[in-house]
């Protein structure tokens, strides 16, 4: 068995911004993986751990040498290696001396595309571990990709945070390198506040983990998020209160500190007068710290937060107190906005709207709340919206960006829409307006709560489509994966809002609604709408991608049509269910056969116009075409009324005079009016079983 050794390789820096650390250590782990493969470097498991100020890589059970590797290099053509008796030209000779075999141990054989070329076969020895790791290890250090990177001192290397040491080990042994001058040590450091001054001797990679910890360092970001967790929800409980699972916020804090410290800190009751999501957004965003709710189902607030410092016990009160004035401050102005917004009602900001600019070539946000006020009463009637919802929604759509211009949503743009609910009730407005003017914002991005009323669904697709339509209407249309404007995200939450909802409508007639309002001509609006439902075709595939239906199964619902893009859902969902079943999967490879002679037919353009049974002169067919007429309105009923399992449950029917059409009659024959009267049948037939799906897409 070969000798190995364990690896520690510790990048020491200054603090690393939070949003930085887990992605660097994925691309040092990934990048670890790769380059021990590539350099044939053989180990047990490879671990990453780290702080905001270290990234470490942690190998278990290196191997101390390369492994030995046998490899194959393609020489000249055997023509030019081989004269025509046979005898090795200069060209062999070279190539032989150049990999260090000899001329009589070349092999001559053809590649994959035929030609004869010379061969050598060699056997690479492994080299130390201890030569191969500094180069390896070196690049490893470069070769994070950080989204800011600066430079400091005289130093060339661009990193995250400033290095301060590098500490390598194999074993015992250092690995000797230098980054940017910045040299190996076998030294790490403990915590900048409770550890010693001096750097701290680390004897081996094992003994690497005791060291830190020895030093105030919990330098598993796993076990660190955990202590901390455990801690919050104890101080919570601590107090009477319980805090709610952010992990978003759990995860900065893991990474904001090394030596977690829960505490729980207090504010003044008065301002829990202000709605609890601006309270809560400043303690978050402002102080990283966790809200205090009355008890796990309760959305209501107690005067507290949970804080950690990266720290001990020890002054924990001078901590406390000072977030507590950091807090009190942030919640004061949370409140002075929150009153200085509802001395005006929230209409009167719509005329501050006519400043502010939407996007520079679609205008301000005052002619876009225009065009949603007309788009949302258009969508309402669409959508047969009582006329009470209608108004509703058109208010909504009037009112609906009026809070980008308070003092509160300036502060706090993530607040837009709550914002505007809050103030709307607050001075006495219609509740479902104010809930449609939150709802239209929805959803913000994957796995958010959709619209649910429907003034609230009627403006956030005004909004959303809108979005779509000026973006695509100037050209700036989503390419590869840049998507700079949410373009994506806007057309998700369409589909998203229409499906869930289980909302029948033409979205091409939606579409072109909102490209109305940018009065475009006859042929630009026609480009932009194939443009935009193109890329809601795309929207669709992805969302029936994310229920795991088959790939051909989604090329055939989608090659009949997703205008109505819920009814393209359930035509998915019922084929592949359809499918599940022996009956339907046993008859699909013969319906697929009509499906493409059928296609054919419609391309030669080979079809009469009707079927004559006069013409029929085989069994076969009459046989098909009886089954067909006999079956055809039910299956049609069944299309019609969106029951599409039923709709292939009775195309299963089909199987036994389909099967007899396709073994016994032959299609095309030389009287041309039999010939077409068979297209005609098999046209009509393909147009029956594709209309929920082409099923000439469907594999196998």
């Known amino acids: 068995m070969a000798e190995t050794r364990n690896l520690i390789l510790e990048i020491g820096t200054e603090e690393i911004p939070a949003r930085f650390c887990a992605p660097a250590l994925e691309q040092l782990k990934e990048n670890a993986e790769k380059a021990l493969a590539e350099a044939r470097l053989d180990y047990e498991v490879a671990d990453v751990f780290g702080t905001p100020r270290r990234l470490v890589l942690y190998v278990r059970n290196l191997a101390l040498m390369q492994r030995d590797v046998e490899v194959e290099v393609k020489g000249p053509p055997r023509k030019a290696a081989f004269d025509a008796a046979g005898n090795p030209t200069v060209a062999a000779q070279k190539f032989a001396a150049g990999q260090g075999v000899a001329v009589a141990d070349l092999e001559v054989r053809a590649d994959e595309k035929g030609g004869e070329y010379v061969y050598a076969r060699k056997r690479i020895l492994g080299e130390p571990a201890e030569k191969v790791l500094p180069p390896l290890l070196a690049g490893l250090v470069t070769s994070i990709h950080w989204p800011k990177a600066m430079r400091w001192a005289d130093r060339e290397i661009r990193y995250a945070r400033p290095i301060k040491w590098i500490l390598a080990m ?40 005791a060291k830190v910890a020895a030093g105030y360092v919990m330098v598993d970001q796993g076990v660190r998020k955990q202590v901390i967790w455990q801690q919050v929800t104890a101080e919570a409980a601590r107090i009477g209160g319980h805090v709610r699972r952010d992990e978003a916020l759990l995860d900065e804090v893991t990474w904001l500190v090394e030596q977690p410290t829960a505490f729980a800190g207090s504010f003044a009751p008065e301002y829990l007068e202000v709605p609890s999501a601006v309270l809560v957004t400043t303690m978050k965003e402002n102080q990283r710290c966790f809200p205090v709710y009355r008890d796990e189902e309760s959305d209501e607030l107690l005067p507290y937060f949970i804080g950690v410092r990266n720290g ?27 009153d200085e917004d509802r ?18 070539k679609l205008g301000t946000q005052f002619q876009r709340v225009e065009r949603l006020v007309a788009l949302a009463r258009a969508i309402g009637q669409a959508l047969e919206l009582t006329p009470v919802e209608q108004e509703q929604a058109v208010k909504a759509a009037w009112l609906c960006k009026a809070d980008l211009a308070t003092r509160m949503v300036f502060e706090f743009p993530e607040l837009q829409g709550y914002m505007g609910k809050q103030y709307l009730l607050k001075e006495g407005g219609d509740p479902a307006v104010a809930e449609a003017i939150y709802e239209h914002y929805l959803p913000r991005g994957a796995g958010d709560d959709l619209p649910r009323t429907r003034p609230g669904i009627v403006v956030a697709l005004a909004d959303k489509l809108d979005t779509l339509a000026g973006y695509f209407s100037i050209g700036l249309i989503p390419t590869g994966s840049q998507d700079p404007f949410a373009l994506r995200r806007a057309a998700q939450g369409v589909v998203q809002t229409l499906v869930e909802n289980g909302i029948r ?15 475009l001509s006859g042929s630009e609006a026609q480009k932009v709408l194939s443009d935009l439902m193109e890329f809601f075709r795309a929207r669709v595939k992805v969302l029936l991608e994310q229920r795991e239906v088959r790939y051909d199964v989604i090329d055939a619902v989608l090659a009949a049509g997703c205008r109505d893009v819920t009814d393209a859902v359930h035509r998915a969902e019922a084929l592949a269910a359809a499918m599940a079943e022996p009956d339907f999967a046993a008859v699909t490879g013969a319906f697929k056969r009509v499906a493409n002679l059928a296609g054919k037919a419609n391309e030669a353009g080979a079809v009469s116009a009707d079927i004559n049974p006069a013409r029929f002169t085989e069994a076969a067919e009459r046989d098909l075409y009886g089954a067909f007429v006999d079956l055809r309105p039910e299956m049609k009923r069944a299309y019609d009324a ?7 449950r009775l195309a299963t029917r089909l199987k036994a005079p389909v099967d007899a059409f396709l073994d016994t009659v032959r299609v095309n024959v030389e009287d041309d009016q039999v010939r077409a009267n068979r297209y005609a049948l098999l046209q009509a037939l393909g147009a029956l079983l594709s209309a929920p799906a082409d099923l000439s897409k469907l594999q196998g």
């Open 170 to 209: 194999l074993g015992e042994e250092r690995v000797p390198f230098s980054v940017d001058g910045i040299e190996t040590v076998t030294t790490t450091r403990g915590h900048r506040v409770l550890g010693p001054a001096e750097p701290i001797p680390v004897k081996n990679a094992d003994d690497y983990f």
């Open 312 to 338: 001990g016990l020890e002054h924990i009160d001078i901590v406390r107190a000072g977030n507590e004035k950091v807090v009190a401050a942030r919640l004061a102005d949370a409140r002075f906005f929150w």
């Open 343 to 360: 001395r005006q009602p929230l209409e009167a900001y719509n005329a501050k709207l006519k400043e502010a600019v939407f996007q520079e």
């Open 505 to 519: 409508v033409d979205l091409t007639a939606l579409a072109s609604l909102a490209i109305e309002q940018y009065h």
């Open 642 to 648: 969106g029951e599409y399992l039923t709709f292939y």
